[in-house]
């Protein structure tokens, strides 16, 4: 009987104290996450920083001012501005992806660089 009893003891002791091992286990997992965190959001600013500067150079070099400059450079000398009879522009919306609009299906736009301007008119026949 009394072994019984003490056997009864030990395994609820035992059972407790597994119990709370994984609670503390469980516990000590999460501090060391959240330990991480500080660390990882220095990491994510830093690429959103990073990200940022990225931006800035990809706009600051397809900027118009910068794209002048670079023509000036002697390995795009061969590059010349378009005549404005040469530009043809065709709009369409979403509703007409890839196909012309059947009530001005020979209209055209042209943009003219120097006046920055767009002209509609019919395509030759």
Do not use: W
């Not at 030990?10 to 286990?25: M, Q």
């Not at 023509?71 to 501005?81: D, G, I, N, T, V």
């Amino acid at each position: 009987m009394r072994r019984n009893i003490l056997l009864k003891i030990s395994i609820c002791i035992l059972s407790f104290a597994s119990v709370i091992y994984a609670y503390l286990e469980d516990q000590n997992e999460v501090i060391s996450l959240s330990m991480m965190v500080p660390s990882l959001e220095r990491q994510l600013l830093a690429i959103q920083e990073e990200n940022t500067r990225l931006r800035y150079e990809i706009e600051r070099f397809e900027s118009p001012s910068n794209l002048m400059q670079l023509a000036k450079h002697c390995e795009f000398s061969h590059l010349h501005h378009p005549y404005s009879d040469d530009i043809i522009c065709v709009t369409f919306n979403s509703n007409d992806f890839f196909m012309p609009r059947p009530q001005n299906a020979n209209a055209y736009e042209t943009f003219s660089l120097e006046s920055q301007s767009i002209v509609v008119g019919a395509l030759p026949k």
